[in-house]
């Protein structure tokens, strides 16, 4: 789940009524659902850019996903932007409108672009439903999907839209891997997700040690599940 950052949750978060009936993309089994066709496009655009990224870091996503797109959405905190509800294979997240009404001014991401920020938040949640499918076992952590949803998210923004949030946030490398949790996710979302954007850069990391993280090798969870 996304709180104008992300913490994974399995709470039920219910979007707003008044979408279209789902419609499938291309070349996928992922359906939308949002509130015109418009959006419908961009969503399986990004679907379509996200699988590929997924794909070299050996993530895959997970059969007949829905993604809900809607001006509003209520559940467990009023700052939830987005959700991945494992149950029910569904992708909930606000609209390029709704993020405008709820996302901090102080936020490190409020100044990017909204619709460049809409599909940063869609790539951070199709990467948890990506990382809950292919890792098993204690490798599916909290601490693990945070890292690697926020690496993914950050990998899809523009490089100068990165490069001011690190720039906010900079911490001296190589980065401690203690800072890499989900409490800091919650807490503190725009400087997690800038720790673990010079994290996942630092030579070594990257796709490899993504790997890792999905075939329990390495893992940032800091006792057993």
Known sequence: MFLRGLTFSLFMVFPAVGAAEPKTCAATTVSVEAVSEMLVQQVCETVRHTRLMLGACHLSLPRNILVVVSDELSGPSQRCIGIY??????????SPKGLHSVVDPLSAFADIEEQIFFESVLVHELTHAAFEYTASGLASCANNHEYVAYAMQMLSLPAHERQKIVATYDI?????????????AAMAPDRFAAIVWQHYSERGNGCSFVRELVSGESTLGLAPQ
Do not use: C, G, K, T
Not at 85 to 94: D, F, H, K, P, T
């Open 85 to 94: 509800e494992r149950a029910q294979s569904r992708i909930s997240v606000l």
């Open 172 to 184: 001296a490398s190589p980065i401690d891997p203690l800072l890499l949790n989900s409490f800091i």
